[in-house]
């Protein structure tokens, strides 16, 4: 997917932005507060989903304005294609033309990666944010694994009720029917999220290598120390059945389920120590990036279409060498890279460059 030009009328501090990007990498530049993320934010709409940021549609209307407006003119499945965004109270969405029935209609038809400082969390964080990585990515390639987690997770609340009230309704027989079916629900989504990450293994691990200039060794697992690397889906099912059995005490006194995937790991690292306890800045912002680049490198392998790179703010922290793989070795790609150093983009060997001031945005 390319996007050819993006019309913005009073969106966040935009009064008016027309804009023809470049087909490679486009470097929007320009000081704190002008209107960088914004510009990114808006595009990010087009795949459907809700801001980056976790804004509300509202804050994205310019203050003072009724009706924020953004039109997408896009090649897709071949064709160009051009999208518009409403938002009043909430977002509405046509598709060359045809209104939609709601905007995640255009999900699958555009995609987007981004990267913000936010997303260091997936790193630095708690498990949680990886387990919603792998989940979200694995939702857009595998749309059957939306069924298969929203089974586990059904099973799991069911379970839990039980549990929550034993002391009053104490039924082994009921709880067992559950660990029968938590047990063959668990193993799929543990089956699923191996094979995403045994997918973007090998991708995450080119881009960290571009990035460190084969200094480090970049490594990623599901949940490495119960081995399922080497288990058949039976032996998966087995281990479920036993752990859930041997939980049995604990997840009563507990009155919830101690165990199952709702409380695993995607374990990153990074020559062989853990990226969450041990990296550096630049290590941790250089795992994200490689995580998200094989995002969306397994995308284009899965869908056969190319979806855009959002990279916000991605620079700071980052060593010369690092800032110039991202600048001038994503081949293939379109990027959007935001940043506030004018110094980086001398570095920018074939690409567009724009700057963003005052809501404003101006090809240098
Ligand atoms: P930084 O380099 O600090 O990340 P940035 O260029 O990415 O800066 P943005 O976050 O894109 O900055 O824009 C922030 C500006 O947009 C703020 O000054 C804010 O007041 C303004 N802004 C945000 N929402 C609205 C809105 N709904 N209406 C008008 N202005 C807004
Ligand atoms: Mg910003």
Redesign the pocket.
């Known amino acids: 997917m390319i996007v050819r030009q993006v019309k913005a009328a009073d969106v966040?501090?935009m009064t008016f932005v027309d804009w023809q990007p470049g087909e490679r990498v486009n470097v929007i530049f320009?000081?704190?507060?002008?209107?960088?993320?914004?510009?990114l934010?808006g595009l990010w709409l087009f795949t459907g989903g809700k801001s980056f940021r976790g804004a509300k549609d509202s804050?994205?209307?310019?203050?003072g304005a009724r009706e924020a407006r953004l039109q997408c003119r896009f090649d897709a499945e071949g064709r160009e294609q051009t999208a518009e965004i409403r938002i009043e109270k909430r977002r509405r969405a046509t598709l060359n033309g045809v209104a939609l029935s709601s905007p995640t209609k255009l999900t699958g038809l555009f995609g987007a990666v981004v990267f913000s400082p936010d997303h260091l969390m997936m790193i630095k964080g708690s498990p949680e944010l990886r387990r919603r990585f792998i989940d979200a990515a694995l939702c857009q390639v595998s749309p059957s694994y939306i069924q298969t987690y929203s089974e586990y997770m059904h099973i799991l609340t069911q379970r839990n009720a039980l549990l929550k009230d034993w002391y009053r309704f104490a039924d082994d027989g009921q709880l067992e029917a559950w660990n029968a079916r938590l047990t063959e629900a668990a193993t799929d989504v543990v089956l699923a999220r191996c094979r995403y990450c045994d997918l973007l293994r090998e991708k995450a691990i080119a881009v960290y290598d571009g990035l460190s200039g084969g200094k480090e060794r970049f490594s990623i697992g599901y949940e490495t120390e119960k081995g399922y690397a080497a288990m058949t889906r039976e032996q998966i099912t087995a281990y479920w059945a036993q752990a859930l059995e041997q939980s049995r005490r604990a997840d009563i006194s507990a009155g919830f389920s101690t165990v199952g995937p709702h409380r695993e790991d995607l374990t990153v690292e990074i020559s062989d120590l853990s990226a969450r306890h041990f990296g550096s800045q630049g290590q941790q912002r250089s795992a994200v990036l490689a995580l998200k680049m094989a995002e969306a490198a397994v995308l284009r392998e899965r869908t056969g279409e190319q979806p855009i790179i959002l990279l916000?703010?991605v620079m700071s922290e980052l060593d010369e060498s690092r800032q110039d793989y991202l600048m001038n070795h994503l081949d293939g790609w379109q990027v959007f890279i935001?940043c506030?150093d004018p110094s980086a983009i001398g570095r920018l060997s074939d690409g567009s460059v724009f700057k963003?001031e005052n809501?404003s945005l101006q090809q240098v």
């Open positions: 966040r501090n320009g000081q704190n507060a002008q209107g960088k993320t914004n510009l934010e804050e994205l209307v310019r203050l916000d703010d935001t506030c963003m809501g």
